[in-house]
């Protein structure tokens, strides 16, 4: 007998649904996105805006610098937004917010019951910059049973357990933590039977070399979900190989149109939803449909309905008919949404 454990317990996988493998209920990621150097006091004073319909425009040029875009604290916003994915047959969303990022285990538990929406939380640690200071000088095998015990009895003292590992953050540096950050993920993991997603560097084709460590640990790579894939669609044959290598593939950045505004990679856009889809049905003409999900990584303000992005229910409401109109069948939408997601997150009790 097969579960899948959210935070208000666990469900079986016929109550699953529609499902989003990579969101974020509540998250704080000021101190992951750098603001710019400038003396441009006017600069300095939009980026400290909140963010409204009128200053919408002027976001998506600066997604990753505008502070208070970057800040999702508001659990009735969310409670909207989560209503929006129920009305558009959503049923289930997987929340990969890791200590260190503001994750909230009480708010998921609140905004589970008040919309009736499953939502799984996760246990994990993002790139070293979000590291909370007692995970610096652990080894792999005490992040390992840090991971374990939210795994088997909960999150701190709420009795709240998670129903999943990760994101793994990997940043563009790939840091000796992050690199030990991974093995611990790969044991527990391995230990527990959960599945387990990495965040992989924006734009890099790193991927082997993750699943390298974690083979190395003796992690099933099928339990394994590469995540942010869609930066890197014009290699096809990089996401070939890694599926070829056992893992699953995620394009979890739908609604992610704009310019990238960090790091090295100012000004390069991040793909078109159309391409994304064209991309995963060209994968599912080969037969890899059973290894592809998707999701939206709804990390930044400007996209919720209220502000005027496409919002949570965007996949399951206003672009699946485009999945349809491309050639992906409603049999693959259903493996893709809901049977793959199954997959991933039901263990035996």
Not at 119 to 125: D, E, M, P, Q, R
Not at 233 to 250: A, M, P, T
Request: net charge negative; aromatic share 10%; hydrophobic share 35%.
């Amino acid at each position: 007998m097969k579960n899948i454990m959210t935070v208000n317990g666990p469900i079986s996988p016929n109550q699953l649904g529609k499902t989003l493998m990579h969101e974020h209920s509540l998250v704080s990621q000021p101190g992951t996105y750098k603001t710019l150097d400038t003396n441009d006091l006017e600069y300095k004073a939009f980026i400290e805006e909140k963010v409204t319909i009128e200053n919408r425009s002027r976001i998506y040029f600066n997604m990753h610098k505008h502070i208070d875009n970057g800040v999702l604290d508001n659990e009735n916003d969310y409670i909207k937004e989560v209503e929006f994915f129920k009305k558009s047959n959503g049923g289930t969303i997987v929340d990969v917010t890791t200590p260190g990022l503001g994750r909230d285990i009480l708010a998921m538990q609140r905004i589970s019951k008040a919309t009736g929406v499953n939502i799984v939380a996760s246990t994990g640690l993002y790139i070293e910059d979000s590291h909370p200071q007692e995970f610096l000088k652990m080894d792999k095998v005490q992040i390992a049973d840090f991971f374990l015990k939210e795994i088997y009895e909960g999150v701190g003292d709420t009795g709240v357990k998670v129903g999943y590992i990760g994101e793994m953050g990997m940043s563009d540096d790939y840091t000796k933590r992050e690199k030990v950050a991974l093995r611990a993920s790969g044991i527990a993991c391995r230990e527990s039977g959960y599945g387990m997603t990495v965040h992989m560097p924006i734009f890099k084709t790193w991927g082997e070399r993750f699943l390298d460590v974690l083979e190395d640990e003796g992690t099933p790579l099928e339990r394994v979900v590469l995540s942010h894939c869609d930066p890197t669609l014009y290699n096809f044959d990089y996401h070939l190989s890694l599926l070829e290598r056992g893992c699953r593939l995620q394009f979890d950045q739908f609604s992610l149109e704009f310019p990238c505004t960090y790091g090295p990679y100012v000004k390069r856009w991040l793909p078109r939803d159309i391409e994304r889809i064209r991309h995963i049905k060209k994968l599912c003409d080969l037969g890899w449909e059973d290894r592809i999900t998707v999701s939206h990584d709804l990390c930044f303000k400007s996209l919720y309905k209220a502000f005027g992005g496409p919002g949570l229910g965007y996949i399951t409401g206003d672009l699946y008919e485009y999945f349809l109109f491309e050639g992906i069948t409603e049999v693959q939408m259903d493996k893709i949404l809901n049977k793959n997601p199954i997959a991933i997150l039901a263990t035996a009790e």
